[in-house]
């Protein structure tokens, strides 16, 4: 079994200094976040030095609301600064700050995983008053501004190599993945950990195969997520949507180990829930995450090959024509139509999922059902129309 860096959820420890009464500044106060999966690397240490970082009034940037807050340090963190202020100033309480910045990285983390997963720590100081605090911030990062080009360059050069534009949702993760694999050694020295040493240097240990998965198949137009295993797993891997449903992904499972090119394992590969708990290697996580009910089979995003149709009758076994007919899935997907002169309603096209599929006519009471697909192929479902009571 592979050796993984040890991954745990992150956690954000906010500590509050009290201002004496004379402080010309106001009150002060800080927070501190830092990712365990990276701690004692030398390389990315932050100062624990309590001087504040010189402020430049020039570029100090200032937000009048939440919203712009978030959007600034994401914009920051972004661009992998090291070192910059933000003032904030709005409706707020001095005592609400650390828990906002605290709501403003988890945000993040929904957002863009990239961005969370590539932050190692990042350290706040804050003075003011409720309202107006100028804050101070420290972060390190997995890469430089300069190694994230190399990063959106590199992967723009393999998408255009391996993608196509007639590719469905699951001829792109398989592209995408396979190239990963093959590419790829895992990191038995357990320092490669980004998208940079993937792409770079070809090894890295599963945060890297995991970053590498998520801005490629982002670039490529696939829904991704990052997901966390319980502390007790040292492991992070991929969710994908594929057709419209959550999988699972652990492309560095599937790579053998030792390198075993041009071997590539699909073990991991688009599972659900249960095949991921249940798996040679379980895979356990906390809750918060997209849920993965199915199972996915090869070829399910050849969606022209799945139908749902049926017939609408009264309580008497007569036709109903004209009756509104509307098929919604889980992932927002719709379609409406109505019943013809025999009563038949008819949708095509649809990819797995769980839909619901609702009937209305004026004068009978409506009705609706479930239908679950998990297969290319018919799928039928009747209904009976019961009239009002006047």
């Not at 599929?357 to 799928?379: L, M, W």
Request: aromatic fraction near 12%.
């Amino acid at each position: 079994m592979k050796k993984f860096s040890k991954i745990v959820f992150v956690l954000m420890i906010s500590v509050f200094l009290c201002g004496t009464p004379d402080n010309s500044f106001g009150d002060q106060g800080g927070s501190y976040w830092e990712n365990p999966a990276y701690r004692g690397i030398s390389e990315y240490n932050l100062s624990e030095s309590d001087k504040r970082t010189k402020r430049n009034s020039e570029s100090q940037t200032v937000c009048s609301s939440y919203k712009e807050f978030k959007a600034v340090l994401t914009d920051r963190l972004q661009a992998r600064l090291n070192t910059f202020s933000i003032t904030l100033k709005y409706d707020f309480d001095f005592d609400e700050v650390g828990s906002i910045s605290e709501q403003a990285l988890g945000e993040i983390k929904a957002s863009d995983g990239y961005l969370y997963w590539n932050i190692v720590r990042c350290e706040s100081r804050w003075e003011g008053t409720d309202g107006a605090i100028d804050m101070d911030c420290t972060a390190d990062y997995l890469t430089t501004a300069g190694q994230e080009e190399y990063v959106r360059e590199r992967t723009a050069e393999i998408l255009s190599e391996i993608i196509g534009n007639e590719m469905n949702d699951e001829e792109k993760v398989r592209a995408v993945h396979d190239w990963i694999v093959l590419n790829t050694r895992y990191d038995v020295t357990g320092t490669g950990r980004s998208a940079f040493d993937v792409l770079n240097l070809g090894s890295a240990v599963c945060q890297g195969y995991t970053l590498t998965a998520f801005e490629m198949l982002r670039e490529a137009g696939i829904e991704v997520a990052i997901i966390a295993g319980v502390p007790e797993m040292n492991h992070v891997w991929n969710m994908v949507k594929v057709c419209g449903n959550w999988y699972h992904l652990d492309v560095t499972y599937n790579d053998p180990l030792p390198d075993a090119a041009p071997t590539v394992r699909y073990d991991y590969f688009l599972k659900s829930d249960d095949e991921m708990i249940n798996a040679s290697s379980p895979h356990t996580w906390e809750s918060g995450y997209p849920a993965a009910p199915f199972s996915y089979k090869e070829g399910s995003c050849l969606s022209d090959e799945i139908t749902i149709h049926g017939t609408v009758t009264d309580e008497n076994g007569d036709v109903l024509e004209n009756a509104r007919v509307i098929s919604r899935c889980r992932n927002s997907e719709k379609a409406e139509t109505i019943s013809d002169a025999s009563g038949c309603y008819e949708f095509a096209g649809f990819g797995q999922g769980i839909y619901v599929v609702k009937i209305s006519k004026k004068g009978y009471q409506n009705e609706k059902a479930t239908v679950r697909i998990s297969e290319s192929g018919v799928y039928e479902q009747n209904f009976v129309l019961r009239q009002k009571k006047r």
